[in-house]
């Protein structure tokens, strides 16, 4: 029997040796739905490790996943394998130790990898600034320590205190290929398999069966702006001032959230046919919005409240000892899931209904209620049948997904459900109303396991910039909620420069606050969905400091989002390389920082935005763009390409019509005033402002532009 903790010291020869552990695959039950083609679930197992002097090789799932050369400095060194598989969680550990005075190592090696990989920092080092990071394009940090591969679903970190540096062979999401070099007197090489799942307890978390949701996911729900009293005229008018105003700048959706079908709720028809408030009815509101070039999205709920119905079809619910059909708190009447004839009657007509009318945005809610004071309150029911209530519960929403769709947006709501992890595409991982706490809380799950949803956001409330701008910048989901008047005012700036959402990656494969996810757990005994249960995420703002990496073909960057705490951070806190200049903007404000060199010095957050971005650039020679005005990541969604040759800053960007769009440019002294040129836009104006060049261009018909910003020959002005 091979024991939990395997110990191998491994003797220095000149010849080659090869070590291989491997362990008994203990695997989770397979979500439903077949595995993705030519994905095969990974081992749960140790990877293989081949060592000579110089050399190390690493191969797990049928290929190598490091390939290093070992530069020793000093004596041979020892080396040590550690692997734990007790539990069914596997851990394996490399640990090679300098011997001999003064004596060092280094590892260079390249880590290869599914397209579904990031640099990533695996725990918070001792002492270190909390910061939530997030990445676009597969950006570099020096926080990052290691790799994690989603589809595959490893982690391979090197410990501290070893000096690490992992850079992707690439720019872009499918980046497959990187660069790893470790220097210390003792380097551990830590590999863990089946990451998410069995280290972070996700059973039901298998990424290689499904993608998470890679658009952007931007638009207006009706809840807080109309609630129940919604009408169909209230539709029709905020379609229109959606085309008008918001759908320009990535708000895409339009979701009606309750109030529009029959009460109480229950049978297919009370939620087909709608209510004398939407005369219409659900096929022409459908039409009303697709003909405004916006998605159409619909509320739909998983209670049920017809007393004549349930007792008419007790087989159609969970019953109590009595065998009368069992009744919740929130969730009515308790679907029986495990019974092909509720689905039947109850779910299919529903869905099947709403995907042939063109509904592509579904939020499925009242979950937790159908969860917890329905299976968990009632689990004797499935007990005494020998069923497992979560794979019912799990079965309900499979269905709903069976009905609609892979292509279809499904929002999963409301609070924390990792039994649907697979099955859904967004979370609303907390409270109703707009919550910060899932920025700090469930960091490392989004855009791995789910897309995170905050809840919507209301640009009538004085923290608009600084929800908008959060939102946008951790690629979460993000409606707004207000009577369409908002939108002709100037409140409607916070979401015009936050939308849309980049598809990020997490910086951290740890929640920087760990206090709600830890408790996940507890689900399974959970009867009260009456409010935030100790899993879900707050509503208050937890971590003060978010960091946005972006890297593109043509240039990177990073934005730091501050809202509060420390005015001045050290660049090392953020990631980024001591000894090196950059040049730093303030987007809401529109303020230049100057030269950053060794510590931002951020200043006061202003009263009115409640928030910072400040983009940083490593800073040239030349003059070199700090920012646009079209988007709070200083250009992630607009610049297609900027270069600088023969005294030229030329680039192309894509505009909206009719929006001013403005180029702020640091010009190094001797450069003298710039001819301006574009193409598909007009020069408005050019002017220096703040100790930054600030350049006006106006598209009528928006689009792609180019546009050139030319500098005098030397000597001339």
């Not at 030519?38 to 797990?60: F, K």
């Not at 470790?182 to 830590?190: H, P, Q, T």
């Not at 009595?322 to 007509?349: C, E, F, K, R």
């Not at 689900?523 to 509503?539: I, K, L, M, W, Y």
Request: aromatic share 10%; glycine share 8%.
């Amino acid at each position: 029997m091979t024991p939990s903790w395997l110990i191998h010291e491994w003797p220095t020869r000149s010849a080659r040796h090869v070590a291989c552990f491997t362990a008994c695959a203990l695997l989770a039950a397979s979500p439903l739905g077949a595995q993705s083609a030519g994905r095969s679930a990974p081992p749960n197992a140790p990877a293989q490790v081949e060592r000579t002097d110089s050399t190390l090789v690493i191969r797990y799932d049928g290929r190598v996943v490091l390939d290093g050369r070992l530069v020793v400095r000093g004596d041979a060194p020892a080396v040590s394998v550690l692997s734990d598989t007790g539990g069914g969680v596997v851990t394996q550990l490399l640990k090679i130790t300098a011997r001999g005075r003064g004596a060092s190592l280094r590892l260079a090696a390249t880590l290869s990898s599914s397209g579904e990989s990031f640099a990533t920092e695996a725990e918070p080092a001792e002492d270190s600034r909390p910061v939530v990071r997030h990445a676009v394009g597969n950006a570099d940090n020096l926080r990052n320590r290691g790799l994690y591969d989603r589809q595959r679903d490893w982690l391979l970190t090197v410990d501290e205190p070893a000096r690490v540096q992992v850079r992707a062979l690439g720019v872009g999401d499918t980046v497959s290929r990187y660069s790893l070099t470790a220097d210390g007197a003792e380097l551990a090489v830590r590999f863990r398999p089946r990451y998410y799942q069995r280290h972070r307890g996700l059973a039901r978390f298998e990424p290689w069966t499904y993608t998470p949701w890679a658009h952007s996911v931007a638009g207006w729900t009706s809840w807080y702006a109309f609630r129940d009293k919604v009408t169909e005229a209230d539709i029709h008018r905020t379609a229109d001032v959606m085309r008008d105003v918001l759908r320009p700048f990535g708000f895409t959706y339009l979701q009606i959230d309750d109030g529009f079908q029959q009460v109480p709720i229950g049978t297919p028809d009370h939620w087909l046919q709608t209510n004398t408030k939407f005369p219409a009815g659900l096929p022409a509101l459908r039409r009303a919005i697709s003909d405004r070039s916006l998605e159409p999205g619909i509320w739909t709920n998983v209670s049920f409240a017809m007393r004549d119905s349930a007792l008419a079809h007790p087989e159609w619910f969970v019953r109590d000892e009595a065998g009368q059909p069992a009744q919740g708190n929130w969730v009515g009447y308790i679907m029986d899931g495990s019974n092909p004839a509720t689905l039947a009657a109850l779910v299919t007509p529903v869905y099947d209904s709403l995907r042939t009318m063109g509904w592509r945005y579904f939020k499925l809610d009242a979950l937790r209620h159908l969860r917890y004071e329905g299976y968990n309150s009632f689990a004797g029911f499935f007990d005494r049948r020998g069923l497992n209530r979560e794979q019912v519960f799990r079965d309900v929403v499979a269905h709903v997904r069976s009905r609609i769709g892979l292509e279809a947006y499904l929002l999963a709501c409301w609070g924390i459900r990792p039994e649907l992890i697979g099955l859904v595409d967004g979370m609303r991982v907390g409270d109703d109303g707009f919550g910060y706490g899932a920025f700090a809380q469930y960091n490392s799950f989004n855009n791995v396991v789910w897309r995170n949803d905050p809840d919507h956001i209301e640009l009538r409330q004085p923290d608009r910039y600084r929800a908008t701008t959060l939102t946008s910048i951790t690629g979460s989901v993000m409606m707004v909620t207000d009577p369409p008047e908002v939108y002709r005012t100037s409140q409607v700036d916070a979401a015009l420069r936050t939308a849309p959402v980049l598809f990020t990656r997490p910086g951290q494969v740890y929640d920087v606050d760990p206090s709600r996810s830890a408790l996940l757990g507890t689900v399974e005994h959970t009867v009260s969905g009456s409010g935030p249960r100790p899993f879900d995420a707050d509503q208050r703002q937890l971590v003060p400091l978010h960091l946005l990496d972006i890297a593109r073909d043509f240039e990177r960057w990073s934005v730091v989002v501050r809202t509060g705490g420390d005015a001045d951070i050290p660049l090392t806190d953020l990631g980024l390389p001591a000894g090196t200049d950059f040049v730093g903007f303030e987007f809401w404000t529109r303020r230049s920082l100057g030269v950053v060199r060794d510590t931002l010095r951020a200043g006061a957050v202003h009263p009115h935005f409640q928030v910072q971005a400040i983009c940083l650039r490593p800073r040239t020679d030349h003059p070199q763009l700090l920012a646009t005005n079209r988007h709070v990541t200083c250009g992630g969604v607009d610049l297609q390409d900027v270069q600088w040759e023969a005294r030229t800053l030329r680039g192309t960007s894509d505009v909206v019509a009719n929006d001013p769009y403005e180029l702020y440019v640091s010009t190094p002294s001797g450069f003298g005033v710039p001819t301006v040129q574009a193409e598909g836009a007009r020069v408005v104006s050019q002017q220096v402002q703040g100790g930054m060049r600030v350049v006006r261009l106006l598209s009528d018909r928006g689009g792609r532009i180019s546009w050139t910003i030319q500098y005098p020959t030397a000597g001339k002005r």
